[in-house]
Nanobody, 124 residues
Framework: QLQLVESGGGLVQRGGSLRLSCAAS????????IGWFRQAPGKEREFVAS????????DYDDSVKGRFTISRDTVKNMVFLQMDTLKPEDTAVYYC?????????????????WGQGTQVTVSS
């Protein structure tokens, strides 16, 4: 059973930084796309960033390009999201996710796996 567990959320001031972690277990990520989505109160869940486990390709939403960096540790089976220059509009629950195909991942389609989420709050 594939399991994703996030950690690292919290409260930070505008301009600050946080680093989210996602520990994957129960499967090998060699053929998976893994990354992050977020959902703010009253809004739909949206794509943030992703990384292809074996191709080392990264993708970012335009709203976080230049501020967020996704990376992974293949030995520890973990993925990280370094978030710098945080803004109040980054406030949301951040979810780690994994899927066998990038099309499934970006569309949040059938077969995507989710973590339980971690809250990120950026104060002004």
């Amino acid at each position: 059973q594939l399991q994703l567990v996030e950690s690292g959320g919290g409260l930070v001031q505008r301009g600050g930084s946080l680093r989210l972690s996602c520990a994957a277990s129960g499967f090998t990520l060699d053929d998976y796309v893994i990354g992050w989505f977020r959902q703010a109160p009253g809004k739909e869940r949206e794509f943030v960033a992703s990384i292809s486990w074996n191709a080392v390709r990264t993708d970012y939403d335009d709203s976080v390009k230049g501020r967020f960096t996704i990376s992974r540790d293949t030995v520890k089976n973990m993925v990280f999201l370094q978030m710098d220059t945080l803004k109040p509009e980054d406030t949301a629950v951040y979810y780690c996710a994994a899927a066998g195909a990038s099309s499934v991942f970006r569309s949040m389609g059938l077969g995507i796996y989710w973590g339980q989420g971690t809250q990120v709050t950026v104060s002004s």
